[in-house]
């Protein structure tokens, strides 16, 4: 794993705002989320020419082979935009759960291809309880002459609406496996989920004898699927800290031009604390994100609980902001025309994604020891 300097990570980071303030602009968001694919293919060949989607696979396999650090850094800005990619799907969380199981004949052929973007895998892991637990995984495979069958249904999975290859777990007579598994087959049904944030493609997955090909996992599964995850909170926690510190940025401007009863209303004592509040609230979760990716790059036995910390921090920080953004902005906030409302249901939409605040801060204190 390369990890660049400070220096290298700011331009980094700036490389990808710019991309995002050219091509992730909130006109380009209204209207990429109302496709039937959810994202722009142009600004996905544009992440992909300046190595974001590979940014975290292994070099041998076409990627940038940066880590934690360097994709919160990134997170942070696509958060901003409120950027409609599978990014978060294939490029972190399929990208990483197939490096984690190590099986070396399958990345080969699959990984620069989905470091490219070329190919867009999503992994299904949870079932309907969306308990992201091992106990939480609810398909079975079962082994045939010649390969294995899929039988259940996965819950909650990004993106599987675009993807070219479905990475699952399931259940066997002597525990956890990983399959790959071709979504175009007639036994297997993706059904979109609806969500409040159109932004965001979720589906479930229904196997109804589906072929797949058991992936050769070169260490337990679950500790695989465990490090994906982590991978995953840690670039979630950046997203909603970014999309915190937008909110944050455009609510303030908006006090200082907005005139009430002849003054501004940014001058009133009431609103002054509120601004102050979220201040607070959006650069302690800028911390937090930061400190779990640092952590996570370079593990120790307290990396478990700074992940857990980010994630329901950045996670109550982002709907905090919003929906006091909101408030602050008054009426015109709850206007279709205004974009305070598309930051409030993606940080709604965010705090569910691989558990709740109450199930982060459950595992915050086991890290803990309490």
Not at 252 to 269: C, L
């Amino acid at each position: 794993m390369n990890t660049l300097s400070s220096e290298e990570r700011n331009a980094l980071k700036d490389s990808v705002s710019k991309l995002m303030s050219d091509a992730s602009t909130e006109a380009e968001v209204r209207r990429v989320m109302e496709t039937a694919q959810g994202f722009d293919l142009d600004l996905w060949r544009a992440l992909s020419e300046m190595g974001v989607i590979g940014l975290i696979t292994d070099e041998k396999f076409g990627g940038s082979g940066v880590g934690p650090m360097e994709l919160e850094a990134v997170m942070e800005e696509t958060g901003a935009a409120l950027l409609c990619s599978p990014l978060l799907a294939s490029g972190v969380i399929a990208a990483e759960l197939l490096q984690a199981l190590g099986d070396e004949t399958l990345n080969a052929d699959l990984m620069p291809r989905v470091a490219t973007g070329e190919t867009i895998a999503s992994a299904v892991i949870t079932g309907d309880r969306g308990c992201w637990t091992e106990s939480g995984v609810d398909i079975s495979a079962t082994a045939l002459e010649g390969g294995w069958q899929l039988e259940g249904r996965g819950n909650y999975v990004l993106h599987a609406q675009n993807a070219d290859v479905l990475i699952v777990i399931a259940n066997t007579e002597s525990g956890l496996a990983a399959y790959a598994v071709d979504p175009s087959d007639d036994a297997v049904q993706i059904e979109a989920l609806p969500t409040l944030d159109r932004t965001l493609r979720i589906a479930s997955v229904r196997f109804s004898g589906a072929s797949a090909k058991q992936i050769n996992a070169t260490r337990p599964v679950w500790e695989a699927v465990s490090q994906a995850l982590n991978l995953a909170l840690v670039a979630l926690a950046g997203e909603q800290a970014g999309g915190a510190k937008k909110v944050l940025d455009f609510t303030v401007e908006y006090a200082k031009t907005r005139i009430q009863f002849g003054r501004q209303i940014g001058s009133f004592q009431a609103i002054k604390h509120m601004a102050a509040d979220l201040l607070v609230e959006t650069e302690s979760a800028i911390s937090a994100a930061r400190h779990a990716a640092s952590s996570l790059a370079d593990p120790s036995s307290h990396t478990h609980e700074a992940i857990s910390l980010a994630a329901f921090a950045c996670a109550d920080a982002f709907v905090r902001t919003a929906a006091d953004g909101v408030q602050m902005h008054g009426g015109i906030a709850f206007t279709w025309e205004h974009p305070a409302h598309l930051y409030l249901k993606r940080a709604r939409a965010n705090a569910q994604l691989f558990g709740s605040s109450d199930f982060h801060r459950e595992n915050y204190l086991k890290a803990l020891g309490g």
